[in-house]
C-alpha cells in the first residue's frame, strides 16, 4: 500500500471533533490512577483516538483508556487498551502534547457505545 493509500483510507473512519473525558487508567501495564496527567480527548473514531496531555507518552507505549461520552444528555462509559502510533508537542499550547493513538482492544459493547457516539 502506498503512502498516499494509508493516509485515505484513515481517512475513511468517522472522526467526532469534541473534547470529551478521558482518563489513562494503566501505561505499559503500570496503573496511574487517578489518571496520567491532565488528559482531554481531542477526538475519536472506530479505531482509534486523539488526546492532549501535559506529559508526552513513548511511541509503541501500550495504554488502558477509560472513555467518557456524552450526547443528547446520555452519559456513558467504554475502556479501550491502544497503543500509542505517534506523539508531538502541541501547537497550541507549549505545555501540552499531542498523542495520536490506535485501539488495540475494544469490547464489543464497547464497539456499539462508540458506534452510537460517532452517529
Not at 475513511?12 to 488528559?39: C, M, Q, W, Y
Amino acid at each position: 500500500m502506498k503512502k498516499d493509500d494509508q493516509f485515505n483510507e484513515r481517512r475513511k473512519f468517522i472522526r467526532f471533533n469534541k473534547n470529551f473525558g478521558i482518563n489513562i487508567v494503566s501505561l505499559n501495564d503500570v496503573a496511574t490512577l487517578p489518571k496520567l496527567d491532565h488528559e482531554i480527548g481531542v477526538n475519536i473514531s472506530l479505531t482509534g483516538i486523539l488526546i492532549k496531555c501535559e506529559k508526552p507518552i513513548e511511541r509503541d507505549s501500550t495504554t488502558r483508556l477509560k472513555i467518557m461520552l456524552v450526547k443528547n444528555r446520555a452519559y456513558k462509559t467504554i475502556e479501550a487498551n491502544a497503543k500509542v502510533v505517534w506523539c508531538n508537542r502541541s501547537f497550541d499550547q507549549k505545555t501540552a502534547y499531542c498523542i495520536g493513538m490506535k485501539f488495540t482492544k475494544l469490547s464489543r459493547s464497547d464497539k456499539a457505545t462508540l458506534t452510537w457516539y460517532l452517529k
